[in-house]
């Protein structure tokens, strides 16, 4: 299946160099690390208001760490015009979203579990009880940002002003995404089972599939010419 | 091969191109000359179909290139000013991840060969940022290799190489010709390119000032046509 | 032709303004502020169909890469981004003395404001690409991701209110009993709707004009 490896050659091109260069991985890190501290500066030194917040907070700190890091996805491309090469290849270029797409969910993936761990560190929140639930809220989550995300860092890289014009134009199509997210996790904190965010989980799922497809399907408009 | 008419490339109030029509057949070698901003490059992504043009028509071996771009894209290979490598790969990386994109045939054997070709085979499993300029450009040369393209688009490909390099492009160019490809190459210096180009163009200002067979002019000929030429467009408003 | 289409647009706003302050009755609740609904409620109608052209326009540019949808699709986002503004204001204004603030979280408005936001950021990367082709191929994806988002936010927000806190605060917008309320507020949607037919032509028309030159 021709499609299956183009798609899986994206995926491991971005996987390997990220791991060479461990550019963006680092940096990262040190972000997660930053918000920590930021949050809890901003928000005061009660346990109270901290806890209160959590839920927001975590999904916050995916979001600022997801913007960074999905913003950069396409700037490999640009060294040395790879971009331009993508554009000449012939084929479904569908796959080569899909590739980068999959490549942002796992470091996605990886950003969103070390901050949860720094969160029940610093934070003091236990988010081991929730955490098979927590996880599929995060994984629903995780997919609509970065379906998104990678189409819109594909366009703007492209662009004047790439930095500001990414986030304004991601951050008003994930409102859905954030607002679902956050009260999933937060009904999920305070005990409640998995049935009671059931429709926020099918809001989260159909979005997803919208978001995926609508991806899949301009793409090639987005790297064609 | 290519055959281009009234291509027109219009940015806002500028125009880029206007109304440029030229014609290369298979098995010949068209040497694009210009200075900078004359619009070599912008004619020569219209060709590679990375450009839609304004207006006008392009055919590359027999596609429409505007109708139907992506099957015009499995018949060029082109190098441009990015070497269109990463630079965190491996050379033979490097290949085995555009090769799977276009064709998915990434016998270890295909990849060492086009290496070979090229002379990069010693350094296969080197990573790219170690290589220099003209071996970055060998490489992409040899991504195009194993695309079996049909038409060879260079922008600018003797810069940044040495005698030895400029020879063994040359022998590359002549050994693709030979082989029935079609190749154009534009470059603002006369030093590369000439050598084995059938045709000689002149751009200037957007517009074709020059078409004609190579041997109609001895090089000395040439250079003062093109002094010329050139001349007239920076004086002219 | 275009000409006739903005006599004819005043004409209906005039009407829209005779109808509001003039047949329909004065509230009894809220007094005569609530006359601003024949402003609010028209302009978000409006927008949807602006937001709505924006979508045909993109999805069409995409299958046809024919400049004149692009055309539609910009200048109706143009003139979307200018009604959906307008709603906000008007609501805003409508808040105030109802509510006793100048902005609230409710339901609809949030909606609207995500709304804004989303294509306020379509006009940014219209601007700041050059390239006309490229413009349109972008702005038609932006173009068509906002648009089939935006029941996904109205559900998404919907919910966020209802299950969040009981709302207390009732919509902008109490169900017209009387009908000449209803009747004064047809009047307006239609006069809006000239209005944006008008807007429209004239905005595509420069636009075309641009590209020519």
């Known amino acids: 299946m021709s499609y299956a490896r183009r798609a899986a050659v994206v995926l491991w091109k971005d996987l390997l160099i990220e791991w060479r260069s461990k550019e963006q991985a680092n940096a990262l890190l040190f972000f997660c690390l930053l918000l920590l501290f930021l949050f809890q500066f901003a928000l005061g030194p009660e346990r109270d208001r901290l806890a209160a917040a959590l839920p927001g907070l975590l999904w916050l700190g995916f979001i600022l760490a997801g913007l960074l890091a999905l913003g950069r996805s396409f700037l ?39 901050l ?48 500001l014009l990414f986030p304004v134009l991601l951050l008003p199509v994930q409102v859905p995404v954030l607002l679902a997210t956050v009260s999933a996790t937060q009904a999920l904190l305070l005990g409640q089972p998995l049935a009671d965010v059931a429709h926020w989980l099918k809001l989260l799922a159909g979005a997803d599939v919208v978001y995926v497809t609508i991806g899949l399907l301009t793409f090639e408009f987005v790297l064609d010419g | 091969m290519i055959t281009a008419r009234e291509l027109r490339k219009v940015y806002g109030s500028n ?144 810069t940044g190489l040495d005698r ?26 006369f030093g590369g390119g000439l050598g084995v180009a059938d045709r000689v163009a002149i751009l200037g200002g957007g517009r074709l000032l020059l078409d004609r067979p190579a041997a109609d002019l001895s090089p000395d000929a040439l250079h003062r046509l093109y002094e010329s030429l050139t001349d007239a467009i920076e004086g002219a408003p | ?77 143009e003139i979307g981004v200018l009604f959906t503004g307008l709603t906000l204001v008007s609501g805003s204004i409508w808040g105030k003395p109802t509510w006793g603030t100048w902005w609230t979280w409710d339901a609809r408005l949030t909606s609207t404001a995500v709304l804004f936001l989303v294509y306020v950021g379509y006009l940014m990367l219209r601007q700041l690409i050059e390239d006309a082709d490229t413009r349109a191929r972008y702005a038609a994806v932006v173009g068509i991701l906002g648009a089939v988002n935006i029941p996904i936010v109205h559900f998404s927000v919907k919910w966020w209110r209802t299950l969040h806190q009981p709302s207390t605060i009732l919509g902008p917008e109490p169900a017209p009993i009387d009908p000449a309320i209803g009747i004064a507020l047809l009047v307006n949607w239609i006069a809006f709707t000239l209005l944006f037919a008008y807007f429209l032509s004239r905005r595509m028309e420069i636009a075309r004009l641009e590209e020519q030159a």
Not at chain 1, 79 to 100: F, H, M, Q, V
Not at chain 2, 115 to 120: D, P
Not at chain 2, 164 to 189: D, P, Y
Request: hydrophobic share 50%; aromatic share 6%.
């Open chain 2, 164 to 189: 030895r390099g400029r020879k063994w492009l040359n022998e590359f160019l002549l050994a693709f010709k030979a082989r029935g490809g079609a190749a154009v190459v534009a470059t603002h210096s």
């Open chain 1, 76 to 114: 490999v491309e640009r060294e040395n015009d790879c971009w331009e090469a993508l554009r000449l290849t012939p084929g479904d270029k569908s796959a080569i979203y899909l590739g980068k797409l999959l490549g942002n969910c796992v470091l996605m993936a990886a950003v969103e579990i070390i």
């Open chain 2, 15 to 158: 125009c880029a191109l206007d109304s440029v029509s030229l014609e290369v057949a298979g098995g010949e070698c068209l040497a694009l000359l210009g200075p900078n901003g004359a619009g070599k490059t912008t004619l020569l992504r219209i060709l590679a179909t990375l450009l839609r043009p304004t207006s006008g028509s392009l055919r590359v071996g027999d596609v429409d290139a505007l109708r139907a771009p992506d099957r015009v894209r499995a018949l060029i290979g082109m190098v441009a000013h990015g070497s269109h490598v990463y630079e965190d790969l491996t050379a033979r990386e490097n290949l085995r991840f555009w090769e799977t994109l276009r064709s998915g045939d990434t016998a270890p054997a295909r990849l060492l060969g086009a290496l070979a070709q090229v002379e990069l085979d010693g350094v296969a499993d080197e990573r790219v940022r170690t290589f220099s300029a003209g071996m970055k450009r060998r490489l992409g040369l040899a991504r195009v290799l194993l695309g079996e393209a049909r038409v060879l688009l260079l922008d600018e490909p003797f």
């Open chain 1, 116 to 163: 949860a761990v720094l969160f029940t560190v610093f934070y003091n929140v236990d988010l081991w009880a929730p955490a098979a639930p927590l996880a599929l809220v995060m994984g629903l989550g995780t997919i609509g940002l970065a379906a998104v995300g990678t189409l819109f860092a594909a366009m703007t890289t492209q662009v004047r002003a790439r930095e």
């Open chain 3, 1 to 77: 032709m275009i000409r006739a289409l903005g006599w004819l647009a005043v004409l209906g706003l005039l009407a829209g303004l005779a109808a509001g302050f003039g047949y329909a009755p004065r509230e009894a609740v809220q007094g005569n502020v609530q006359r601003i609904m024949y402003l609010h409620v028209p302009s978000v109608l409006t927008a949807y169909l602006a937001f709505g052209l924006v979508l045909l326009g993109s999805v069409a540019y995409l299958a046809t890469r024919r400049a004149g949808w692009d055309r539609l699709a910009g200048s109706a986002g």
